[in-house]
């Protein structure tokens, strides 16, 4: 159907707009733009338990050559144009679910803290808790998906202090014993290692380590999804017989990675392995229709995939503002 407005058509229906709007199309409102936006937070019920998603700021990628390969660069700008996505910067979300299981409050991932190497939007987890009413200091346990910068690096402050005292704090052994390794502050993952160190060495005696498999809090089992680093996991948080995965990098976008899910990310340690645990991963969760969180999915990042062809297909799910 083809819809034809004259300019005729235009000048009336500017007619009806009152004489605050005028000829040039400038508009006299009865008050100014604000400039502020909704708080980084957002909370919905999982059976028993009480989940709020907290925000650590857009994390930018930049043009997405070199980063997302294995498929032609045209292809990969034609992905994100045919999704209304910017083809030549691709923006990350940081979404941590803070889980309150009734006897614990359980928060996933801490985001950038003060690193700025992805810029200034990154490190407001600590401002998103408090927009949603949760202090650091009753954070129960803290639990990592994996020591890459962007999920370790809100532990301490600027000065070097742990911003949730109080709490436990559980990793891979095999992700803390690489990304906090000395001999490699002098390569390519300097940044990375540097980062690791400050932010996971004060809490060192506080850490506890799981295994894949395991249960390791009441509700949280803990699910090894290698390549992304070498101890990558994700995890299966249920209450009352509803559970969610919270994907941790499984996939960090919903439509390159997931489209195209043997497609690798220059930023995984072992982009083959990574791709495999995303197929394996994304098919178990699909055929069973497990709800999922994805830390660098489009806010707040959940929903489901289902199977598309060679590849998914991620349904966002509604946001529920009644609880």
Do not use: C
Request: proline share 6%; net charge negative.
């Amino acid at each position: 159907m083809t819809i034809n407005v004259s300019r005729r058509s235009l000048l009336a229906l500017g007619a009806g707009l009152g004489a605050s709007t005028l000829l040039d199309g400038s508009a006299l409102a009865r008050a100014p733009k604000l400039g502020t936006q909704t708080p980084y937070w957002h909370r919905f019920n999982l059976g028993d338990a009480e989940v709020t998603v907290v925000s650590d700021g857009p994390l930018p990628l930049g043009p997405p050559k070199g980063t997302f390969v294995g498929v032609p660069d045209e292809e990969v700008r034609k992905m994100l144009s045919d999704n209304f996505l910017s083809p030549d910067n691709v923006v990350l979300e940081q979404n941590s679910p803070i889980v309150n299981m009734g006897d614990k409050l359980v928060l996933f991932d801490t985001g950038m803290g003060t690193s700025k190497v992805f810029g200034p939007t990154t490190g407001r987890q600590q401002k998103s808790m408090a927009e949603a009413g949760i202090k650091a200091a009753d954070i129960d346990a803290v639990v990592f998906s994996h020591a890459h910068i962007d999920h370790i690096g809100g532990v301490v402050d600027a000065d070097g202090k742990v911003l949730f005292p109080n709490a436990q704090y559980y990793i891979a052994q095999s992700d803390f014993d690489f990304w906090t390794d000395e001999g490699k502050q002098g390569g390519p993952l300097k940044d990375f290692v540097v980062h690791a160190r400050k932010n996971l060495m004060p809490i060192r005696d506080r850490l506890v380590f799981f295994k894949d498999g395991q249960e390791f809090l009441p509700g949280i089992q803990a699910m090894a999804a290698p390549g992304h680093t070498v101890g990558h996991h994700m995890f299966m948080v249920t209450s009352n017989g509803k559970s969610f995965a919270f994907l941790g990098d499984l996939t960090h976008h919903a439509v390159l990675l997931l489209e195209k899910p043997l497609m690798e990310f220059s930023y995984d340690t072992d982009p083959k392995q990574a791709a495999q645990s995303r197929v394996k991963m994304l098919s178990m969760l699909a055929s069973n229709k497990i709800a999922v969180m994805s830390y660098h999915f489009a806010w707040p990042g959940y929903g489901h995939v289902a199977k598309a062809g060679d590849g998914f297909h991620y349904y966002p799910e509604p946001m529920v503002m009644t609880l």
